[in-house]
């Protein structure tokens, strides 16, 4: 599985940013997609996740503002993350993610940054 993430830049507080990231190769079998982010000296944390079977999980921070959808065409797999009402506490590195059975697959990360 192949993932290439998009969508990161530059926002204003307030502003709004939509992610995407495009799963490529072999996508059948895969449980869930997700969104991580890690800013500057902290974890990486889990942003928000959707299942195979469309279960959906956001952190706290983030319920209200974010929400994860997915697309599925053919072999390609797209999850977007729509990111709303943006602060300065969402600036990080943002990674796409998805297991497949036991394997764990991370895209590269997309910048967001969102300056006051």
């Known amino acids: 599985v192949q993932l290439q993430a998009s969508g990161g830049g530059l926002v204003q507080t307030g502003g709004s940013l939509r992610l995407s990231c495009a799963a490529s190769?072999?996508?059948?079998?895969?449980?869930?997609m997700a969104w991580y982010r890690q800013a500057p000296g902290k974890q990486r944390e889990l942003v928000a996740s959707?299942?195979?079977?469309?279960?959906?999980?956001?952190i706290d921070s983030v319920k209200g503002r974010f929400t994860i959808s997915r697309v599925n065409a053919n072999a390609k797999k797209t999850v977007y993350l729509q990111m709303n009402d943006l602060r300065s506490e969402d600036t990080a590195l943002y990674y796409c993610?998805?297991?497949?059975?036991?394997?764990?697959?991370w895209g590269q990360g997309t910048l967001v940054t969102v300056s006051s």
């Open positions: 190769g072999t996508t059948g079998g895969i449980k869930s």
């Open positions: 959707i299942s195979a079977g469309g279960h959906i999980d956001y």
């Open positions: 993610n998805s297991v497949r059975g036991t394997v764990v697959y």
